[in-house]
């Protein structure tokens, strides 16, 4: 009987610890406190590539290709000869050509002597007139007969010269199908070579219907014109997902949406100097949007279940709250957020896999060393 009260008081004891190991074992979890802040969200779309300029250099004459001056991939400027056709039957047809003027000219000369013998025989009413006549139209027939020579002749020096092709701008040369002594043609399916002006590159880009109204309002201006003055500059994302490292500008939108795709294209060009990107290439655009005073969370304080996103609330008393978010954007790695959470409110850091929905946990605020590196600037 003397051993009930120390039973008594052991299981007293018992009792008024559990609530102590239970506080003991509460998880611990990083959080952070979000605050308002600018950001800039940004959005990527396909683009494709162009030089400003892409030449087919094409021949305008027939003939056996003589000599090929350039290689494939070699840098040219305007006016440097690339190709030539071997000329010789071109500089006869000159030869003839001008032969053919020559006769047309003596053929003029004599037409006119005739007219000048003739004209005081008319006046002296030793002849009639009617001979005159029949050499005044000879002679208007040689002239024809010359100006039809003369511009035969440069007919056959114009082709003459078309037997050496240049190159209409600066640029690079594209691959070489003809070799020297290959049969060209105006008409060959194929050109002699492309010749692009990469100092400069275009990409093109669409929008949809939806896109392109909201891309209107957000930025200022009466008219499209204004509002692309007032566009920030834009990124190229190469295939690599690597940044271009010279930022480019918006300069054209087209002037109808495509029936077909619903989509309208717009032109971004980027300055391409020492010529690292060429036509033919992809990439992405990435538009940028500036947004003042916006809510952001970082993306890995979030947690993606059937297409939505949620985090974690940490109420005043440590519960836990799963929450879902509106992303508006992103802004590098933090989501620009527009509902479900407000400025002030805490919520969870990582870690979110491992906690459950109305379990409590002992928050623990990330370190300042740690704050800097997330600082929703």
Do not use: W
């Not at 047309?104 to 037409?111: D, K, L």
């Amino acid at each position: 009987m003397k051993s009930l009260p120390l039973i008594a008081l052991l299981f007293i004891i018992s009792c008024t610890s559990k609530p102590t190991a239970e506080v003991a074992t509460l998880p611990t979890a990083q959080t952070i406190t979000i605050q308002n802040s600018d950001a800039t969200t940004d959005q990527d779309y396909t683009a494709t590539l162009e030089g400003k300029t892409n030449v087919e250099i094409r021949p305008q004459v027939s003939g056996i290709l003589d000599k090929v001056y350039v290689d494939e991939g070699a840098y040219v400027k305007a006016g440097q000869p690339l190709f030539k056709i071997n000329d010789r039957p071109f500089r006869e047809a000159v030869t003839n050509a001008d032969a053919n003027l020559n006769a047309a000219e003596a053929t003029i000369q004599n037409a006119q002597i005739e007219i000048d013998r003739l004209t005081p025989l008319v006046a002296n009413k030793v002849i009639s007139d009617v001979q005159l006549r029949a050499a005044q139209s000879s002679y208007a027939v040689a002239k024809a007969n010359a100006a039809r020579a003369r511009a035969m002749l440069a007919d056959a020096r114009i082709s003459l010269g078309y037997t050496t092709i240049t190159a209409p701008v600066n640029g690079y040369i594209g691959r070489l199908p003809k070799k020297q002594g290959s049969l060209v043609a105006a008409t060959d399916p194929d050109p002699l070579t492309l010749l692009s002006d990469v100092h400069e590159i275009f990409a093109y880009f669409s929008l949809s219907e939806n896109d392109f109204i909201k891309f209107k309002n957000d930025y200022e201006g009466n008219t499209l014109e204004e509002k692309l003055k007032n566009l920030p500059a834009v990124s190229l994302v190469l295939a690599d997902n690597s940044v271009y490292q010279e930022e480019g500008k918006i300069d054209m939108v087209d002037g109808q949406f495509d029936k077909q795709t619903g989509a309208i294209t717009l032109r971004a060009v980027f300055p391409n100097q020492n010529g690292l990107i060429r036509s033919g290439n992809t990439g992405k655009i990435r538009l940028y949007q500036n947004h003042s005073n916006s809510l952001l969370i970082p993306q890995a304080s979030t947690l993606e279940v059937q297409d939505k996103v949620f985090v974690f609330k940490v109420s005043k008393d440590n519960k836990l709250t799963k929450q879902a978010i509106q992303i508006l954007g992103k802004s590098g790695d933090y989501y620009l957020v527009s509902d479900g959470v407000q400025s002030g409110d805490m919520i969870v850091y990582n870690g979110l896999d491992k906690l459950q929905d109305g379990s409590t946990i002992k928050p623990e605020p990330v370190k300042a060393a740690t704050a800097e590196k997330l600082s929703l600037k």
